[in-house]
């Protein structure tokens, strides 16, 4: 008798615990874009729904606070409603990043979120997001938040503005070295 080994291609190639963390970060992600979509439509209550918060999630760098945390749904309420959007407004979410951790049930998610004003002319508004989510009884809720307003540089900067100094106008006494180091000058004595 010849016993023979069973192809690969019989056994299941899933491997249960890296589909389901890739299934949790589907998850995270797909709350974290809906409530980028549901801001953009001005609808704050479905955004809340959407991103699923706990009854003390941590709400941190809303303008409106003045850099003191939130807590709670009606903090992340506060906060959002703190939060300029031009509504009707189309949501990219263009960095999207999710990691997650089955062991401890956590995962997190960091995006810049653009506002691109689909009735007017004004220019995009930038939302940075961040957040860590909590896994419970199967069920991923919001436990932290930060949320601040993403800088953008001016589109353009005058020409006489940038500086003009050399380093032998340097009032500093001293000269660049390498990739722009500053290093004392010497005095030739």
Do not use: C
């Amino acid at each position: 008798m010849k016993v023979e080994r069973t192809p690969r291609s019989f056994y299941t190639q899933r491997d249960p615990a890296r589909i389901d963390q890739q299934e949790a970060a589907s998850e995270i992600r797909a709350r974290v874009r809906n409530f980028a979509e549901e801001m953009g439509r001005g609808n704050r209550a479905r955004a809340m729904t959407a991103i699923n918060p706990t009854e003390d999630v941590l709400v941190i760098g809303s303008d409106a606070a003045g850099g003191v945390a939130r807590i709670g749904v009606r903090g992340l309420a506060a906060a959002l409603d703190s939060v300029p959007v031009p509504a009707p407004a189309v949501a990219r979410t263009p960095d999207l990043r999710v990691e997650v951790g089955l062991r401890e049930q956590t995962g997190w998610f960091s995006t810049p979120i653009q506002f691109i004003g689909a009735a007017s002319s004004a220019p995009d508004q930038w939302l940075r997001a961040s957040g860590v989510f909590s896994q419970d009884r199967g069920d991923w809720k919001l436990v932290q938040i930060h949320l601040s307003r993403a800088y953008v540089a001016p589109a353009t900067t005058r020409a006489d503005s940038a500086r003009r100094d050399t380093a032998a106008n340097d009032s500093t006494g001293r000269r660049p070295g390498p990739r722009g180091a500053r290093t004392p000058s010497r005095s030739r004595e």
